[in-house]
């Protein structure tokens, strides 16, 4: 696995629907047409991710194709199924909303957390199944298909916020990410739980697409990735190599920086690329948030894009592989999709 060629760091569509931070960015399902964002002010949107148009220039939308308003407080995830027909949302509200999509309502309202809900994620056959993770500290999976109000089951080892989820249907795992500093994978079949410890707190938790590898984020600056079977530690990004010169850089690039906030990172081409968002140096009123890219093999930064004058923070970014696209959402209530 290399980083073949560049790595798409061409704006192309800046959407500007959202009147507070975007926590939540993701594709539909197969070429990722369209992009599902949530946002502290509560809404969910959809969007079409690339713009209908033969112009070179960035275009801007103003307007979404659909609204999603539901949830009375900030939206802090969002999971797609795969057949783009349903979608999941998590936030502030202490609920998970199962929503369809073409209704635009909500189908479902699961309540069973007692404090803000961090992440969502489908799984089982037909994405029947939903698994939500909490600040209560708990991991909850749901039958989209009961109409019963309690949780199949309830995971309770984490010892603070579960903070990011990410469900692997091959070797039906769920991986979580806690601000205990441990991230947990629960075995379905066998019924057993690994734990790797981290000392800092996870905000972001994915697997490859081989499930042999976790990737996650932790409030120290750094991602890692470690080996799934054993724990150990295969690749460190985000340490002294982003104050390096990136092939893809339009100014002096900055240090990598997550220190306070929930910043996510996932893989991107084919699990050859690491893909994040930052945060801004505080001190600096002039400093804005980067998004890197990172070579997998070499651990290298290919890509550090500044995300805008005013951005201080882009928390989530999403992955396209067949779109070979990508999105980043902002602080400033913007989201940018670049190819």
């Given at each position: 696995m290399t980083a073949t060629g560049s790595f798409p760091s061409q704006l192309v569509h800046t959407l500007k629907t959202h009147h507070g931070p975007v926590n939540a960015v993701t594709f539909s399902g197969g070429p990722g047409a369209y992009i599902l964002t949530g946002s502290t002010d509560r809404?969910?949107?959809?969007?079409?991710?690339?713009?209908?148009?033969?112009?070179?220039?960035?275009?801007?939308?103003?307007?979404?194709?659909?609204?999603y308003e539901a949830h009375g407080y900030s939206v802090l995830d969002i999971a797609v199924a795969s057949d783009n027909s349903k979608f999941a949302s998590v936030g502030g509200d202490r609920q998970v909303f199962l929503w369809d999509v073409e209704q635009g309502i909500t189908v479902r309202r699961w309540g069973g957390h007692n404090a803000r809900v961090e992440a969502v994620q489908f799984a089982g056959e037909d994405d029947a199944v939903v698994v939500s993770g909490s600040a209560d500290t708990t991991i909850?999976?749901?039958?989209?298909?009961?109409?019963?109000?309690?949780?199949?089951?309830?995971?309770?080892?984490?010892?603070?916020?579960?903070?990011s989820l990410h469900v692997h249907m091959?070797?039906?795992?769920?991986?979580?990410?806690?601000?205990?500093?441990?991230?947990?994978?629960?075995?379905?079949?066998?019924?057993?739980?690994?734990?790797?410890?981290?000392?800092?707190?996870?905000?972001?938790?994915?697997?490859?697409?081989?499930?042999?590898?976790?990737?996650?984020?932790?409030?120290?600056?750094?991602?890692?990735?470690?080996?799934?079977?054993?724990?150990?530690?295969?690749?460190?990004?985000?340490?002294?190599?982003?104050?390096?010169?990136?092939?893809?850089?339009?100014?002096?690039?900055?240090?990598?920086?997550?220190?306070?906030?929930?910043?996510?990172?996932?893989?991107?081409?084919?699990?050859?690329?690491?893909?994040?968002?930052?945060?801004?140096?505080?001190?600096?009123?002039?400093?804005?948030?980067?998004?890197f890219a990172w070579d997998i093999l070499s651990g290298d930064v290919i890509a550090s894009i500044?995300?805008?004058?005013?951005?201080?923070?882009?928390s989530c970014v999403a992955w396209n592989e067949k779109g070979k696209c990508w999105a980043g959402g902002c602080s400033d209530g913007t989201v940018k999709v670049y190819r």
């Amino acid at each position: 696995m290399t980083a073949t060629g560049s790595f798409p760091s061409q704006l192309v569509h800046t959407l500007k629907t959202h009147h507070g931070p975007v926590n939540a960015v993701t594709f539909s399902g197969g070429p990722g047409a369209y992009i599902l964002t949530g946002s502290t002010d509560r809404a969910v949107h959809l969007t079409r991710a690339i713009p209908n148009s033969s112009n070179t220039s960035v275009v801007e939308t103003t307007s979404p194709i659909q609204k999603y308003e539901a949830h009375g407080y900030s939206v802090l995830d969002i999971a797609v199924a795969s057949d783009n027909s349903k979608f999941a949302s998590v936030g502030g509200d202490r609920q998970v909303f199962l929503w369809d999509v073409e209704q635009g309502i909500t189908v479902r309202r699961w309540g069973g957390h007692n404090a803000r809900v961090e992440a969502v994620q489908f799984a089982g056959e037909d994405d029947a199944v939903v698994v939500s993770g909490s600040a209560d500290t708990t991991i909850n999976i749901w039958d989209g298909r009961s109409n019963s109000h309690k949780p199949i089951q309830t995971l309770t080892e984490a010892g603070d916020t579960v903070s990011s989820l990410h469900v692997h249907m091959p070797t039906y795992s769920i991986a979580s990410g806690s601000y205990d500093g441990r991230a947990r994978v629960y075995d379905i079949r066998m019924g057993r739980t690994t734990v790797d410890v981290l000392g800092n707190p996870i905000t972001s938790v994915r697997c490859s697409a081989d499930g042999n590898a976790l990737l996650m984020s932790t409030l120290d600056s750094r991602i890692r990735m470690l080996d799934r079977d054993d724990g150990k530690l295969l690749k460190a990004f985000g340490s002294e190599d982003s104050t390096k010169q990136s092939p893809i850089s339009r100014e002096k690039p900055a240090p990598y920086r997550n220190m306070e906030l929930r910043i996510r990172s996932v893989f991107a081409k084919g699990d050859a690329v690491v893909l994040s968002g930052s945060e801004s140096d505080k001190d600096d009123r002039s400093a804005q948030a980067h998004i890197f890219a990172w070579d997998i093999l070499s651990g290298d930064v290919i890509a550090s894009i500044p995300a805008g004058e005013r951005v201080k923070a882009v928390s989530c970014v999403a992955w396209n592989e067949k779109g070979k696209c990508w999105a980043g959402g902002c602080s400033d209530g913007t989201v940018k999709v670049y190819r």
